[in-house]
């Protein structure tokens, strides 16, 4: 069977597979070792904001106990930090390292490198058209508000 005979959400889920660990790939040659796919999930929510535990917990639909975890692997590898909350000191804040930025720029750089393989297969018009029927079905399958927002669910959780 060749690739273009499968049905549309089949063709996705390779793909995804696939691009997840070119990326991870790409980020590692960059000196970013030790990322995984979740990690992204809790950095996408740093990206505009420094929540608590609590709070990213939530966000990510997840116990504090698994967000917690998630901070704790990320603070060892040097991308997170926590910082004090004045109004109540048993509270912190997560926030992106200097790190963690670059950790976020080496992913931006590597989905951006495989976008431009895939414009130079199929040229920009095709590329665009398969971006509007993809954005369709993220509403389809209603994580449109999700994207906007930075609070896609990890589908491994």
Same mark, same amino acid.
């Given at each position: 069977m060749e690739p273009d005979e499968l049905d549309l959400p089949s063709l996705i889920v390779l793909a995804s597979g696939g691009v997840v660990r070119a990326v991870l790939d790409r980020m590692a040659a960059d000196g970013f070792e030790g990322a995984k796919p979740s990690h992204g999930y809790v950095i996408q929510r740093l990206v505009e904001d420094e929540p608590t535990?609590?709070?990213?917990?939530?966000?990510?639909?997840?116990?504090?106990?698994?967000?917690?975890?998630?901070?704790?692997?990320?603070?060892?590898?040097?991308?997170?930090?926590?910082? +004090?909350?004045?109004?109540?000191? @048993? +509270? @912190? @804040?997560? @926030?992106?390292?200097?790190?963690?930025? +670059?950790?976020?720029?080496?992913?931006?750089? +590597?989905?951006?490198?495989?976008?431009?393989?895939?414009?130079?297969?199929?040229?920009?018009r095709t590329l665009a058209s398969a971006k509007k029927v993809l954005a369709a079905l993220l509403e389809v399958v209603e994580l449109g508000d999700r994207v906007r927002t930075r609070t896609v669910p990890d589908p491994g959780q």
């Open positions: 535990i609590t709070a990213l917990a939530e966000s990510l639909g997840i116990t504090q106990q698994g967000a917690s975890k998630q901070v704790r692997d990320l603070e060892q590898l040097g991308y997170v930090e926590r910082t +004090a909350v004045p109004e109540d000191q @048993r +509270a @912190r @804040r997560i @926030r992106l390292t200097s790190s963690g930025r +670059a950790l976020l720029e080496s992913g931006r750089a +590597a989905r951006a490198a495989l976008e431009a393989e895939v414009v130079e297969r199929v040229g920009p």
